[in-house]
């Protein structure tokens, strides 16, 4: 079987490359198969085919600029000429063709599709979801991309055969017209039409009442039957144990045509919604926020199972972003599915996720993280796993991501053609940080061909790439990576590197195998960077922390890298070999799970924790099963729910060496399972040393065992005792979270501390009697306070040091990227380039002197136009000022904004071009309107205008930096605006 799954992937020049990576995978622990093994298709490869009539081969190219860059194993077939013809012998019977093609855009081509010599069909291929210009396609989540190659110039179509093609049976594509390129085909076996399951209802409509007809069956099994189901808005499912089933992702097709934010795909907002055996797409063809083919929560007793979606802004994006369903998503299963040809993510478990398993799914030609985890909100993901999945031609982004959180594992896994990363640990997105606790395990993955020196901000990144940010806390930590083969990396195999904040600590690597890199060398280098590329472990950004290695087995170093491993900035990351560094397997020898017995009531969960002995064994894996699921089940991550009155087993076994432990579990009819659980308050604001009593409010009334816990995910910030008593400790956000002991259900409290009240000032230079005021990336000065931009919000960090945050603006003076100038952008409240303290030169002038660059002040002696922070002298009254106060609010006008709010209303393109922008707005209230101003970096209105939806601004504005204050009856922002 490993055997077969590998060389489906590679070309015939690379038989000897195939025979060295089966050896690798041999030594390096290898327990069960990679990737999505037990597929039901099976790969053609065009450049393997018989190819006649000018069908050609093109060169194998790393180039960003060819089209064959994005194709499998960086070649594929030209077939633009009259006739040129492809074929394969097929290995196996199978009437389910798919093909990966190219046909330039704007323009479309046909293939006409033959069972030897039978003609079956045409297939129309078209241009209509593919070609993404990044840079200039308008889209607010692509702000700031600077690279201009065209990404996702492949496409798919399907089509089932009439008849199975018999193995040893000759599968035939002609081109008919148009230019082409085809990539591979896949065939598969279809299974016959699933049916109507028993006690379900069947829906005889034609999709335009579909959402009708759920509603009237909420908490039934609703089967739609074989057919193409036009829908056009989103399908939503808010009744607990609602089932959408279908005939089979080869059968049942349902059609998204409306193409607005939030009008397609299938969203779960209530416990056990289940989506099985569909084929899902739409009518969209771009990223539009909100327009995700499998969307909200999904819990122990959901089933997605069989779903193919493609076209989507997300393959499956699993959320709580709705009311009154539950908190989080928890303990469901993802399997068999295809996630394909997305302008986003495969699939991202978000905002508190926990115990989920996606598990035997492809993901492919899509532009975002492919498995990605994501703290978000402050909510911490926890015990969730990515295995046995096939990651391929990720055009952004990268194959695995995990973004904070506690305990998450990805192993088993196949990772390979991404333009850009294939495995990337980080805290680059605003959420819950890196626990100090337990341990991210990322193993047993190959990763073929992926980095680049070139991503979409023409910045380089490695095959595996981990990095310290500072959006959801300073540090990346514990996280664990072992037998990991990491082959023909486009650029480095590895980096480590802080981009900001600290550092990355309790990081492992063991049994590495590099084989090849810098494949793409000297190509993709946009920025003509005179770097060194091709390193197997680069260290970069001079970061803190600490990581062990053990095996590293390096071969066939490629680009221009002069050595195995670049540490000249390594900073003061320990970098050292392990002190057990054995490639010997370490064999399990047993395993206990905790708790050893449980009582629950009808409808309850309890989830189970095995530890395996000795701690070092190399395979942890485990499963489980019950003797009695009329009882009790349990899924993949140990969730247990009790179904019947009665007793179960359940058993804990271990893959290597079928160890195993038991649990009791006896179910009570008696016992009032916990259904949920709720917090007050839900948000509090507490000075230093304040404290907020929460207060748990656990459903039904009834229930038997009312007992909870609470924890605190930033103990630093808040702390929480048994009894819910949150103590402040120091300024910060911290979320609490109670769980309840019958059913381990959640709810959440978000605490905001603050250390000092914000006071507002005006800023005086002792020289010129110049004002600072936020000039747009810099600060700048001006003679008179025009308005709020010359405002200063002094906010405490401690007893000494202070951030100075724009009133304007809501940007923070700080010096992160030593240009020179004192910068005023976004900035973390942990970061020291934006922490500030005075000391006094007499009663009335002081100096504002730098927390990080100690001996830096603000000046501005060169009188350059910005503030500058070197250089000064403590006798320079250039370098002394005055904080005079002054009364103002934190907005100018209009109602708080809400960090939600500010992040629904966005201006693009920014820098604005040919004298036009957007306005992006939340949809308004029928007697509101929405007020346009835009003022210069002189506080003048230069232009104004009124809105009532979002829509394109026609202006003559002269190149500079302008402020776009947008406010109506619910929000008020402002937005800095950059015209070229």
């Given at each position: 079987?490993r ?14 490359h195939?025979?060295?990576?089966f ?5 390096s ?12 298709y ?5 450049n393997?085919?018989?190819?006649s009539?000018g ?16 194709a499998t194993?960086?070649?594929?077939v ?9 074929q ?18 704007g323009?479309?081509a046909t ?8 003609k ?20 607010p989540n692509n702000?700031g991309?600077t690279n ?21 049976g ?18 598969e ?10 006690g ?6 034609n ?5 009708t ?14 057919g ?7 399908l ?19 059609n998204?045509?409306n193409?607005s934010s939030?009008n ?5 907002n209530?416990?056990g ?10 009518n ?10 499998i ?17 989507f ?7 709580q ?8 998503a928890?303990?469901?299963?993802v399997?068999?599915?295809r996630?394909?040809?997305?302008y ?5 478990l978000c ?23 994501w ?5 911490e993901?926890?015990n969730n ?14 194959g ?12 088993n896994?196949i990772?390979k ?8 640990v980080s805290?680059n ?20 061909a ?6 979409t ?9 981990i990095?310290?940010?500072?959006n959801?806390?300073s ?22 590197s802080?981009r900001s ?5 309790n ?26 590329r ?29 050595a195995?491993?670049?540490?000249s ?11 057990n ?26 989830q ?8 070092n064994?190399?395979?942890k894996?485990v499963t ?5 699921t009329?009882?009790a089940?349990v899924?993949?991550?140990?969730l247990?729910t009790a179904i019947?009155?009665g007793s179960a ?8 060496g079928?160890?195993?432990?038991t ?11 916990v259904t949920s659980?709720?917090?007050s ?11 907020q009593?929460l207060?748990?409010t ?19 910030v808040?702390?929480?005792?048994a ?6 400790v ?5 979320i ?9 259900k ?6 905001t ?7 507002y000032?005006?800023?005086k230079?002792k020289?010129?009697?110049?004002y ?12 008179t ?20 945050k724009?009133?304007g ?20 409240p942990?970061w020291?380039s ?5 000391e006094n ?33 403590n ?23 809400t ?7 966005s ?20 007697d509101d ?7 210069d970096?002189?506080g ?9 939806a979002?829509?394109k601004?026609?202006h ?7 402020i ?5 009856n ?8 950059i015209?070229?």
């Open positions: 079987m055997n077969k799954l590998h060389t489906i992937f590679f070309k015939r020049d690379k038989y000897c195939i025979m060295w990576i050896f690798a995978l041999l030594t622990n290898l327990f069960a198969q990679r990737g999505y093994y037990d597929a039901p099976k790969r053609y490869e065009a393997l085919g018989q190819l009539n069908s050609t081969v093109t060169s194998k190219s790393y180039v960003q600029g060819d089209l064959q860059s994005e194993d960086q070649q594929c030209n077939m633009s000429a009259n006739n040129a013809t492809v394969w012998t097929l290995t196996e019977a199978a009437d389910g063709l798919v093909v990966r093609y190219s046909v330039p855009d323009q479309t293939l006409g599709v033959y069972n030897g010599n039978t079956l069909t045409t297939l129309t291929l078209t241009s209509t979801w593919s070609w993404e210009y990044l840079w200039s396609n308008g889209n702000n991309i201009q190659n065209p990404r996702m110039r492949f496409d798919e179509v399907r089509y089932k055969l009439p008849a199975k093609i018999a193995v040893s000759t599968l035939k594509l002609v081109r008919e017209s148009g230019n082409v390129h085809v990539d591979f085909a896949e065939m076996p279809i299974a016959t039409a699933v049916t109507a399951p028993a379900s209802v069947t829906y005889t409509g999709g335009s009442d579909l959402q007809f759920i509603d009237a069956n909420g908490g039934k099994k609703i089967f739609v039957p074989s193409v189901y036009n829908v056009n808005r989103e939503y499912f808010g009744v607990a144990n609602t089932s959408l089933v279908g005939a089979g992702m080869w059968y049942t097709q349902i998204f045509t193409t939030l397609g795909g299938l969203r779960a209530a416990a919604i289940s989506f099985t055996d569909l084929y899902l797409t739409t969209s063809a771009s990223r539009s926020n909100s327009y995700k083919a969307n909200g929560v999904f819990t122990s007793t959901s089933t997605v199972k069989n779903i193919w979606a493609e076209h802004e997300c393959g499956a994006w699993i959320a972003y709705n009311t009154g369903g539950p908190a989080i928890d303990g469901f299963t399997s068999h599915c996630f394909r040809n997305n986003a993510d495969g699939i991202n905002k508190g996720t926990a115990n989920a398993i996606v598990e035997h799914c492809n993901f492919r030609n899509n532009g975002d993280d492919d498995q990605a985890i703290s978000a909100d402050g909510l993901c926890i796993t990515f295995r046995y999945n096939t990651s391929e031609n990720c055009w952004r982004a990268c695995l991501a995990i973004y904070g959180g506690k305990n998450n594992k990805a192993y896994l990772i053609d991404n333009l850009e990363a294939g495995i990337r805290n997105f605003p959420g819950a940080p890196f626990n100090n606790d337990g341990m991210h395990e990322i193993h047993d993955i190959t990763v073929t992926c980095g680049t020196f070139n991503d901000y023409n910045n380089p990144v490695a095959a595996v790439d990095f310290s940010a500072t959801a806390g540090q990346v930590k514990n996280v664990q990576l072992y037998s990991i083969d990491i082959l023909d990396s486009r650029n480095d195999a590895i980096s480590i802080k904040g600290d550092g990355i600590y990081l492992s690597f063991k049994d590495i195998t590099v084989n090849g890199t810098g494949k793409e060398y000297p190509n993709n280098n946009a920025l003509n960077r005179n770097w060194g091709g390193y197997f472990v680069l260290i970069a950004g001079s970061p803190a922390g600490n990581g062990t290695y053990c095996n590293m087995n390096y071969s066939n170093r490629g680009g221009n890298a002069t195995n491993e670049e540490i900035a390594i900073g003061t990351f320990s970098w050292t070999q392990g002190s560094c054995s490639s010997t397997s370490v064999p399990v020898s047993g395993v206990t799970v905790s708790p050893a017995t449980a009582t629950l009531g009808v409808g309850a969960t309890q189970l924790t095995p530890t395996v002995a000795p701690a064994a190399t395979n894996t489980y099963s019950s003797n009695n009329g009882v089940t899924n993949g991550s140990g247990v019947a009155s087993t359940i058993t804990v076994t271990t893959q290597d079928n160890k195993t432990a649990v009791v579990i006896t179910v009570s009819s008696s016992n009032v399972a659980v709720s917090l308050p839900t948000t509090a604001t507490l000075s230093v040393g304040g404290t009593q207060t748990p656990v459903l039904p009334s009834n229930a038997t065992n009312k007992a909870v816990s609470y924890a605190s995910n930033n103990t630093g808040a702390t929480v005792n009894s819910g008593l949150v103590t402040a120091a300024n910060g956000s911290a609490i979270t109670v769980t309840t002991a019958d059913g381990n959640t709810s959440t409290a978000t605490i501390v603050n250390t000092a009240t914000g006071n000032f005006t800023i230079n020289w010129t009697n110049n600072l005021y936020d000039a747009g990336a810099n600060v700048g000065y001006g003679t306070v025009a308005n709020n931009n010359y405002k200063w919000e002094k906010v405490a960090v401690d007893a000494t040091y202070f951030i100075l724009n009133v603006t809501g940007d923070v003076m700080h010096i992160e990227n030593l240009t020179g100038a004192v910068q005023c952008t976004v900035a973390g942990d020291m934006a922490q500030w303290s005075t030169v007499d009663a009335t002038w002081v100096r504002i002197k730098n927390r990080w660059q100690t001996g830096s002040m603000i000046h501005i002696e060169n009188l350059n136009g910005s503030a500058q922070y070197a250089g000064a002298q006798n320079w009254d250039s370098a002394q000022w005055q904080f005079q106060s002054t009364s103002t609010s934190k907005k100018v006008n209009g109602p708080e904004v960090a939600e709010k500010n992040f629904e209303v201006i693009y393109p920014n820098p604005s071009i040919d004298k036009e922008f957007n306005v992006v707005l939340p949809e308004l209230n029928a309107v929405a007020t346009v101003t835009v003022t970096i002189n003048r209105k230069v232009l104004l205008n009124k809105l009532n979002s829509a601004i026609n003559n504005l002269g190149s500079g930096i302008y776009v204050t947008i406010s109506s619910s929000y008020n922002v402002s937005k800095k605006l015209v070229k």
